[in-house]
């Protein structure tokens, strides 16, 4: 079946340091990719957005990078900082589905 | 600019009751979708309006209902109760779905006993 799905289920990363987060895709007509960021008690919050027609874009402290040849999306976070802390999941978008498809999310976790 | 509202916020219901929650989208937003979160299932789409169509439909049963108004407020409505039904159910409105980022809501967390 068509899924998005993260690498790794936890990251420990030291605070100030760069966190890479993950995820492979299998739709090959999925066009628009989505990070979220979701806090405990919380929605998930949009953090950065890229289209198909791209392969990088860079947002505050976050770029998203996308190689479709390989299917594969990944979140960098650059000086993590303790309220980076928090579930990230990658999204997708086929073209006009009007859904997202979601991965089963990266918890990462600060250390001080 | 307020953000996506989802009423109410808990909600305790018991194994057969039918329960309605409510999502009001950001102004000008006419795409609203509705997902639910769970531990082990994750994030799964339910379904998807814009201008009071449903355009698309996730892989749930019958029980799971929805509608949207021409306002563009939503809501979904689950019947028949099962513990299953225990989650986080998300809403989230577009602009301009594909080419938008989706805003989500807090979420209604609904617990059935």
């Known amino acids: 079946g068509e899924s998005v799905g993260l690498h790794l289920p936890t990251l420990s990363v030291q605070e100030g340091d760069n966190s890479i987060i993950n995820c492979a895709y299998s739709?090959?007509?999925?066009?628009?990719f989505i990070w979220y960021k979701q806090e405990s008690g919380k929605g998930p919050q949009f953090i950065i957005d890229?289209?198909?027609?791209?392969d990088k874009r860079q947002g505050q402290r976050v770029t998203v990078l996308l190689n479709k040849t390989v299917k594969h999306l990944s979140l960098q976070i650059a000086a993590t900082q303790p309220g980076d802390s928090a579930v990230y999941f990658c999204a997708e978008n086929g073209s006009n589905d009007y859904k997202l498809s979601f991965g089963a999310g990266t918890t990462v976790t600060v250390r001080a | 600019k307020a953000g996506v509202t989802q009423t109410p916020r808990y909600l305790i219901k018991t194994r057969g009751q039918q329960v309605t929650l409510s999502c009001s989208p950001i102004?000008?937003?006419?795409?609203v979708s509705w997902y639910q979160q769970t531990p082990g299932q994750g994030l799964q789409f339910l379904f998807e309006?814009?201008?009071?169509?449903?355009?698309n439909k996730g892989n749930f049963p019958g029980r799971f209902s929805g509608r949207q108004f021409s306002n563009s407020r939503s809501e979904m409505n689950v019947s028949t109760l099962e513990l299953g039904d225990s989650a986080l159910y998300l809403c989230?409105?577009?602009?301009?779905?594909?080419?938008?980022?989706?805003?989500f809501g807090s979420g209604t967390r609904l617990t059935v006993v």
């Open positions: 102004s000008g937003h006419r795409s």
């Open positions: 309006y814009f201008s009071e169509t449903q355009r």
């Open positions: 989230a409105s577009s602009l301009s779905p594909g080419e938008d980022g989706y805003t």
């Open positions: 739709n090959s007509a999925s066009d628009y």
């Open positions: 890229i289209r198909s027609n791209m």
